[in-house]
């Protein structure tokens, strides 16, 4: 199967989606943070992945579950984007690019959180540039 290529209406129709699981990755990254701070507050070092050797009280436990249950919610948000065709740019501005073909030229669409559409385009050759899209150049695929 070839490569999905999205037409700025496609991305427009994925955007509650897209706010969905950024509002759900940046609420799990805050709470990471906040168990991270109680954990080593408890003199502990905290650790994302599973691990036989984590010991600490029945509170650093509990802790140590919920910074590891949130990490797990973080990545199912993650990957569920990249699932849709979005690649993550910027998780704190919640900034994702979807594959786009401009003049037979492949481009990027970029969404931003916040954003009610798909509002800004650039080639693939110019990776960190951003212009302003224009709709008519954009090629609608499939």
């Not at 408890?42 to 992945?49: A, D, H, I, N, S």
Request: glycine content about 8%; charged content about 25%.
């Amino acid at each position: 199967m070839g490569k999905k290529y999205f037409s700025v209406d496609e991305v427009n129709e994925l955007i509650p989606q897209l706010e969905h699981h950024f509002q759900q990755m940046l609420s799990s990254k805050r709470e990471m943070s906040k168990a991270a701070v109680q954990l080593r507050k408890m003199g502990l070092q905290p650790e994302l992945l599973e691990s036989s050797a984590f010991s600490g009280s029945p509170e650093a436990e509990v802790v140590h579950r919920r910074l590891q249950s949130q990490y797990f919610s973080f990545k199912q948000h993650l990957l569920s984007v990249e699932r849709i065709g979005g690649e993550i740019k910027d998780l704190e501005l919640g900034r994702v690019d979807f594959p786009c073909l401009e003049n037979g030229q492949e481009s990027r669409l970029t969404w931003q959180l916040g954003v009610t559409e798909a509002a800004y385009r650039h080639p693939v050759a110019e990776e960190g540039v951003s212009h302003p899209f224009d709709r008519s150049k954009i090629l609608k695929v499939g």
